[in-house]
Nanobody
């Protein structure tokens, strides 16, 4: 299984970015039934959950991004997305996509998001 995140960049506060995560090595039924989501890691901090689809299809968001970020996925293309609006400097971090298969989390290389004030 491979995951590749893209779409990061530098924006000013209040701006928007859309992250994408392309997956490979997954069959459709596994993609649609697995827990998957986005984490981020700011400099000097731990990696935290931003948003996720649970294995049952429910969506969870970190409180700080509720109302600003939207997680979505294209099942036909087996891609995961994160629309980030009203970005704040505190959103600056490396963003990672992940999928849980069995008891193991698979991670892609991150994409850097930098928000300037």
């Amino acid at each position: 299984v491979q995951l590749q995140a893209s779409g990061g960049g530098s924006v000013q506060a209040g701006g928007s970015l859309k992250l994408s995560c392309a997956t490979s090595g997954l069959i459709w039924s596994t993609f649609t039934s697995s827990r998957m989501g986005w984490y981020r890691q700011a400099p000097g901090k731990q990696r935290d959950l931003v948003a996720e689809f649970t294995s049952g299809g429910s969506i969870n968001y970190q409180d700080s991004v509720k109302g600003r970020f939207i997680i979505s996925r294209d099942n036909s293309k087996k891609k995961l997305f994160l629309q980030m609006n009203s970005l704040e400097p505190e959103d600056t971090a490396v963003y990672y996509c992940t999928i849980e298969l069995g008891s193991r989390d698979h991670w892609g290389k991150g994409t850097l998001v930098t928000v300037s004030s």
